[in-house]
């Protein structure tokens, strides 16, 4: 799946867009969008549990929640599945089955220290890295397409747009028979997820006190009978 496979129900001049049943204009997310996006997703998790226990707590926290958000949406914009509203306001980073499905080998988390130290700041590296090993684990091994973030800004939040981009995936993977997955890091998102079909299966909390995981796991919903 990807952005050729998104209905050609708007073109907008400088993308494709799908009208989502909520009436939000959705697309899929490009590189150029980044630097907005990042910003949109540094803002929405600036208060969120599991970010605020890994990442650093000085003056250098807001450019450390950027640059996070930075590099994850270079390394997921580029298979296809990162959908954005056409203001980017919100942003959904789905994954493809297999992509960021094994922990790092040994060099690569070593070549990652230095990225992970400015998200982090040395008080706070143990824990970064205790959260992405344990995220890893947990992770099932069934293929599935992984909902690693999603976004709203905090100005827009409560008004349909994380429910939008939520249902335009889960449609697709609904006509696809793929299932879904996510560790949702905050209890108030529950309802939410549940209402799209996620049900908690498992649940760990971080170490040292950390808070806690839910794990989530959606299957594909088949064909209505009214259909
Ligand atoms: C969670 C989030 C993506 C939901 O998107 P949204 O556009 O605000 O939500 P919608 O308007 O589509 O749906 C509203 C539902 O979202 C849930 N919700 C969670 N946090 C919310 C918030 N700050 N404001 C409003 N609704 C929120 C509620 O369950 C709400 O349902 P309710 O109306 O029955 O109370 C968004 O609020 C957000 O970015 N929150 C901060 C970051 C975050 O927690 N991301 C998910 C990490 S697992």
């Known amino acids: 799946m990807g952005r050729r496979e998104l209905k050609r129900t708007g073109l907008n001049g400088d993308g494709w867009y799908e009208v989502s049943r909520w009436m939000a204009l959705i697309r899929v997310a490009e590189a150029r969008d980044i630097p907005e996006l990042a910003e949109t997703l540094s803002q929405a998790f600036d208060g969120d549990p599991v970010l605020s226990w890994v990442v ?25 599945e990162v959908t954005a509203t056409a203001e980017l306001d919100a942003c959904a980073v789905w994954v493809p089955p297999g992509i960021w499905a ?9 070549l990652m220290l ?3 130290l400015r998200w982090a700041g040395w008080d706070r590296l143990r824990r970064f ?7 890893y684990k947990k992770r099932p091994k069934k293929p599935h397409f992984y909902l690693a973030i999603l976004g709203v800004r905090p100005s827009r939040q409560g008004t349909g747009l994380g429910s939008s981009l939520l249902g335009h995936t889960l449609s697709r993977l609904d006509e696809a028979g793929m299932p879904a ?3 949702n890091s905050n209890p108030a998102n529950t309802p939410l997820y549940e209402r799209h079909g996620f049900r908690v299966f498992d ?8 808070p806690t995981e839910w794990c989530m796991w959606r299957d ?8």
């Open 181 to 183: 997955y996510l560790e």
């Open 56 to 80: 650093r707590d000085d003056d250098k926290r807001p450019k450390a929640l950027r640059r996070l958000f930075t590099y994850i949406l270079r390394e997921s914009i580029p298979h296809g």
């Open 114 to 116: 230095p990225e992970t």
């Open 220 to 227: 594909p919903r088949g064909p209505s009978v009214n259909s």
């Open 102 to 110: 094994k922990p790092p080998g040994l060099l690569e988390s070593l």
């Open 203 to 210: 649940e760990f909390s971080l170490r040292g006190g950390g």
């Open 129 to 135: 890295m205790d959260m992405d090993a344990a995220e």
